[in-house]
Protein backbone atom coordinates (compact mmCIF):
# COMPACT_ATOMS: atom_id res chain seq x y z
CA UNK A 1 0.00 0.00 0.00
CA UNK A 2 1.45 3.27 -1.16
CA UNK A 3 1.01 6.59 1.40
CA UNK A 4 2.51 9.69 1.14
CA UNK A 5 2.87 12.37 3.82
CA UNK A 6 3.83 15.91 2.88
CA UNK A 7 4.30 18.59 5.42
CA UNK A 8 6.41 21.76 6.44
CA UNK A 9 4.43 24.27 4.06
CA UNK A 10 3.26 27.67 5.15
CA UNK A 11 2.96 31.01 4.99
CA UNK A 12 6.34 32.97 3.87
CA UNK A 13 7.23 36.55 2.60
CA UNK A 14 9.35 36.35 -0.73
CA UNK A 15 13.27 35.78 0.34
CA UNK A 16 11.85 33.66 2.70
CA UNK A 17 12.46 29.82 3.26
CA UNK A 18 10.94 26.53 4.31
CA UNK A 19 11.49 23.08 4.59
CA UNK A 20 9.42 20.78 3.05
CA UNK A 21 9.18 16.84 4.38
CA UNK A 22 7.44 13.59 3.23
CA UNK A 23 7.37 10.34 4.78
CA UNK A 24 6.83 7.70 2.22
CA UNK A 25 5.83 3.86 2.00
CA UNK A 26 9.19 1.71 2.13
CA UNK A 27 7.92 0.18 -0.56
CA UNK A 28 8.49 2.65 -3.12
CA UNK A 29 11.52 4.70 -1.31
CA UNK A 30 13.70 1.85 -1.21
CA UNK A 31 12.95 1.19 -5.12
CA UNK A 32 12.03 4.19 -6.90
CA UNK A 33 13.36 7.74 -7.65
CA UNK A 34 11.86 10.27 -5.17
CA UNK A 35 10.83 13.56 -6.42
CA UNK A 36 8.81 17.04 -5.86
CA UNK A 37 6.01 18.04 -7.90
CA UNK A 38 3.94 21.32 -7.07
CA UNK A 39 0.62 22.49 -8.43
CA UNK A 40 -0.46 26.00 -8.69
CA UNK A 41 -4.04 27.46 -8.69
CA UNK A 42 -5.31 27.02 -12.28
CA UNK A 43 -2.42 24.90 -13.22
CA UNK A 44 -1.56 21.49 -14.08
CA UNK A 45 0.68 19.80 -11.70
CA UNK A 46 4.54 20.12 -12.29
CA UNK A 47 7.54 18.41 -11.72
CA UNK A 48 10.07 20.12 -9.37
CA UNK A 49 13.38 18.37 -8.44
CA UNK A 50 14.17 14.43 -8.32
CA UNK A 51 16.53 12.86 -5.93
CA UNK A 52 18.13 8.85 -7.08
CA UNK A 53 18.20 6.04 -4.67
CA UNK A 54 22.04 7.42 -5.20
CA UNK A 55 21.97 11.07 -4.41
CA UNK A 56 21.72 12.44 -7.69
CA UNK A 57 19.90 15.30 -7.99
CA UNK A 58 18.08 17.04 -11.19
CA UNK A 59 15.90 20.59 -10.87
CA UNK A 60 13.38 22.61 -12.66
CA UNK A 61 15.28 25.22 -14.26
CA UNK A 62 13.05 28.01 -12.61
CA UNK A 63 14.47 26.67 -8.78
CA UNK A 64 17.86 25.65 -9.61
CA UNK A 65 20.02 27.42 -6.86
CA UNK A 66 17.03 27.88 -4.59
CA UNK A 67 16.04 24.40 -3.44
CA UNK A 68 17.56 21.24 -2.67
CA UNK A 69 16.41 18.15 -2.55
CA UNK A 70 17.76 15.18 0.02
CA UNK A 71 16.56 11.73 1.13
CA UNK A 72 16.66 10.00 4.34
CA UNK A 73 16.92 6.58 3.34
CA UNK A 74 16.49 4.93 7.41
CA UNK A 75 13.55 7.71 7.85
CA UNK A 76 12.10 6.70 4.44
CA UNK A 77 11.64 10.64 4.08
CA UNK A 78 12.19 12.92 1.39
CA UNK A 79 13.11 16.70 1.79
CA UNK A 80 12.86 19.83 0.02
CA UNK A 81 14.58 23.00 1.54
CA UNK A 82 13.34 25.66 -0.16
CA UNK A 83 15.44 28.73 -0.11
CA UNK A 84 14.91 32.58 -1.74
CA UNK A 85 11.17 31.80 -2.24
CA UNK A 86 9.21 34.13 -4.84
CA UNK A 87 5.80 34.48 -5.21
CA UNK A 88 5.40 32.40 -8.37
CA UNK A 89 6.01 29.33 -6.06
CA UNK A 90 3.28 29.47 -4.79
CA UNK A 91 1.66 25.93 -4.86
CA UNK A 92 0.94 22.87 -3.47
CA UNK A 93 3.26 20.62 -3.24
CA UNK A 94 3.81 17.10 -3.07
CA UNK A 95 6.44 14.37 -3.12
CA UNK A 96 5.72 11.04 -5.01
CA UNK A 97 8.02 8.38 -6.45
CA UNK A 98 9.64 8.77 -10.50
CA UNK A 99 8.40 7.57 -12.60
CA UNK A 100 5.07 7.28 -11.44
CA UNK A 101 4.40 4.23 -9.46
CA UNK A 102 0.54 4.56 -8.46
CA UNK A 103 -2.36 6.81 -8.81
CA UNK A 104 -1.92 7.63 -5.09
CA UNK A 105 -1.15 11.18 -4.18
CA UNK A 106 -0.61 12.74 -0.69
CA UNK A 107 -2.74 15.38 0.36
CA UNK A 108 0.20 17.98 0.08
CA UNK A 109 1.47 20.78 1.60
CA UNK A 110 0.76 24.41 0.97
CA UNK A 111 2.98 26.94 0.18
CA UNK A 112 1.73 30.20 0.05
CA UNK A 113 4.47 33.42 -0.83
CA UNK A 114 3.33 36.90 -0.24
CA UNK A 115 4.08 39.85 1.68
Known amino acids: QVRLVESGGGLVQPGGSLRLSCVAS????????MGWYRQAPGRQREWVATITSGGSTNYLDSVKGRFTISRDNAKNTVYLQMNTLKPEDTAVYYC?????????WGQGTQVTVSS
Open 26 to 33: RSIFSVYA
Open 96 to 104: NSIPLSSPV
